[in-house]
């Protein structure tokens, strides 16, 4: 056998190398460590950033693709310590611990161990685009008392992420808001419907003016309040008469119901049943309001609201209730920012003459800020 040499230039030995090295690759393939890739949209958020507070913390991250996270894998939070740490790490305890997978159920965690930065748990599986949040419940973590930037880290086995928070000073907001609280009296017209029944005659804000009365008729006249105010509370509006509806000589018109004084909204208007020896039967006034919620909301009256054609007393001793609202008030809404209250009187024969029947009524609106 005759054997040919071959003389082999240097470019050809290159060329040989690599095909050989191509083949030897492919031979035994290629051996190579994988790098973590970086967690995704990792972030911490507090409840409270202000140092040396209490916080809760709530983490959260999203598996990077081509990786995923196994449920005998590790996840580990570090809590940095520069430039100062976190307090209270050690002290957290699993059920502190709240994980959840795309926002599924709590997951029963494993293997959870708590240090002075570090916090770890294993037993959540998640694949590549899953956001897992960690939540940790306030009270157990405190803030450090320098204000500053700080960096968490997120591990698993697999991949990493950093996030950072800042611990600031609270901020303080102050502000002012003026009191407002207008009161108005208006008159009303004949033919005014308050609460069932209708003006007979017209009023001011400052007279109330019954005229002329025939015995057995019934006369109604009206006012209309109306309040505007921020008060946090509402308010509330009474009337009181400074003395007995009477004339100069003595003669009095009772309070409704002949002189018994009814402080309770359940009556009905009645006409006055006279007797000749008791004068308090002779006749009498009283008053109504169409505010519907004086009992409901406010408690007054035992609880009672004005039902129509129900009537208590003109006291001359005690603030009636006849407007009230628990918030702030518009001026023009029904039970609100406004309501009407009615005045209503009635004689019998027997009521003693006199020109000059008189009292002053005085409501007093008072706010609750």
């Not at 995704?40 to 983490?59: I, K, R």
């Not at 809590?79 to 209270?88: D, E, H």
């Not at 009161?183 to 419907?193: D, P, Q, V």
């Not at 001026?331 to 005045?343: E, R």
């Amino acid at each position: 056998m005759f054997a040919n040499p071959t003389k082999v230039g240097i470019s050809q030995r290159v060329v040989a190398t690599l095909v050989a090295s191509a083949v030897l690759l492919w031979t035994i393939g290629v051996h190579a460590t994988a790098q973590a890739a970086n967690l995704v949209e990792v972030s911490n958020t507090l409840s409270n950033s202000n140092p040396t507070d209490s916080s809760a913390h709530f983490f959260s991250f999203e598996i990077p693709a081509l990786s995923s996270l196994g449920a005998g894998q590790t996840v580990t939070i570090t809590f940095p310590t520069v430039p100062a740490s976190f307090g209270g790490v050690a002290g957290v305890v699993s059920g502190d611990l709240t994980v959840r997978v795309d926002g599924g159920g709590p997951v029963a965690i494993g293997g959870f161990a708590a240090g002075a930065s570090t916090i770890s748990f294993n037993n959540v599986a998640a694949t590549a685009g899953q956001v897992v949040t960690v939540a940790i419940a306030d009270g157990n973590i405190t803030n450090p008392a320098t204000v500053a930037s700080y960096e968490f880290e997120i591990t698993t086995p697999a991949d990493s992420g950093k996030t950072r928070v800042a611990i600031i000073d609270n901020v303080e907001v102050n502000a002012i808001v003026n009191t407002v609280f207008d009161f108005t009296i208006t008159g009303l017209a004949t033919s005014t419907s308050i609460n069932g029944t209708s003006t007979t005659g017209s009023t001011s804000p400052q007279l109330i003016d019954f005229g002329v009365l025939t015995a057995n008729e019934i006369k109604s006249l009206g006012q209309r309040l109306n309040v505007q105010t921020n008060a946090r509370n509402g308010f509330v509006v009474t009337v009181e008469s400074d003395s007995y509806l009477q004339s100069s000589n003595g003669a009095i018109i009772d309070v409704f119901d002949e002189g018994s004084d009814v402080a309770v909204p359940v009556t009905a208007w009645n006409a006055p049943v006279p007797v000749v020896t008791d004068e308090t039967t002779w006749g009498h006034w009283g008053m109504t309001t169409n505010d519907n919620d004086l009992g409901s909301l406010g408690g007054f009256y035992a609880g009672n609201d004005f039902a129509a054609n129900e009537y208590i007393a003109v006291s001359s001793t005690t603030p009636r209730e006849v407007f009230h609202h628990d918030g702030p008030a518009d001026n023009t809404t029904a039970n609100i920012g406004q309501a009407s209250v009615l005045y209503q009187i009635q004689i019998s024969a027997l009521q003693e003459a006199a020109d000059d029947y008189n009292t002053t009524l005085t409501y007093i609106a008072t706010p609750t800020f």
